[in-house]
């Protein structure tokens, strides 16, 4: 019997799945050619269910840290797994992965668990909304906290009290920022932050460190808190916190994704001040506490204390950002790749609906490579120079058609996003 092919099983999924696919895992708004379902993975590379091998820079969309299927974390999960997941109280794990992830960011005093990003943000507007007796946060516009109402994208199933209470800045731009939180007067109970500007579909940022000093003035003479949201770029910019290396220490930070290299765990560290009232919120999950998903986190935090998995993965991104420049000038094309080189967004100049590069990806994907038109991408420790020259190989490639292709393009009708 032959395997189903993917329209195949888009067709199944439709009858079953509301919208065939949903959330950030749905290719609607994604080029031609990209696979909605995938049969395996390991170490850098995807296969779908086609057979077709895909090198991966989204890496899950970055809880891939060391690559799928690694070995020394995937055995720390199965032997706990054997021994003790969800019982009907915690693992003595659990203070294992407590007391390390005190030890290696530097604003933590102590740590809670929960399953996803948004249960660590969610958590962390309560603990701060407890801590000061106030309702009202100061975020970035375009910033992503995660699917739960009060920060959901998308107006469909929203009630605007859902996000009332939220006064918007903009990343990195400091009068805005000290607007909004004069907007929200006393009322302020926290202001959350990104690591950096790595909102979808725009150039991404470094947080300038003006930025997050006065952030941090503001929090501290309006007695909010600041909260830093590592649950996307932690660990893949430093082995503490990443606002550490602009010098600012937040009261709270979110973190989840690359903490246990994909399985399902995600924390909230804080610093002293803030202790009594995280223990007065009602936070709580049926499997929050099982403990295999902590023991793969104990073992990826050793790798990441241990390896230099953080200086491979940026000299893998520059080489990459090297080589795609080079091959997109030599073929008339000017990239903007932004962001922390490990953590490449890359759009077309000059390209409002996006069509070049949507061409230019499903071209991509062809030749064996999983990228994204318009969210940032992640690469990981598993990856190789001989990975990245398969790249940089590939987009020659797809420059070489893209040139062909581009005067018959049309416009693009799948991209979701605004027009630059
Ligand atoms: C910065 C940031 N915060 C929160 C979340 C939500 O995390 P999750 O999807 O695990 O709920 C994400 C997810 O992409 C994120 O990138």
Redesign the pocket.
Known sequence: MTEPTDRELRQRAARVIPGGMYGHQSVVSLPDGYPQFFARAEGPWLWDTEGNLLLDLMCA??PQLFGYGNAVIDRAYIEQLHVGDAMTGPSPIMIDLAETLVGMIGHAEWAMFCK???DA?TMALMAARAHTGRNSIVRARGA????QPWSNPRPAGVAPSDQSNQHLCIYNDIASLEAAVKSAGSDLAAIFA?PYRHDVFTDQSLPSAAYARRARELADQTGALLIV?E??AGFRLARDCSWSLVGVAPDLSCW??AIANGHPI?ALVGSEKVRVAASRIYATGSYWFAAAAMAASLATLRQIRDTDYLERTIALGERLREGLDAAAKAHGYTLRQTGPVQMPQILFDSDPDMRHGYFWCSRMIKHGVYMHPWHNMFLSAAMNEANIDFVIDAARESFRELVVAAPTLGANDRYPGPRS
């Open positions: 969309y970055g996803n990003g948004s943000t992503y906290h995660g699917s990104a949201d649950v996307r989840g994704k995600s």
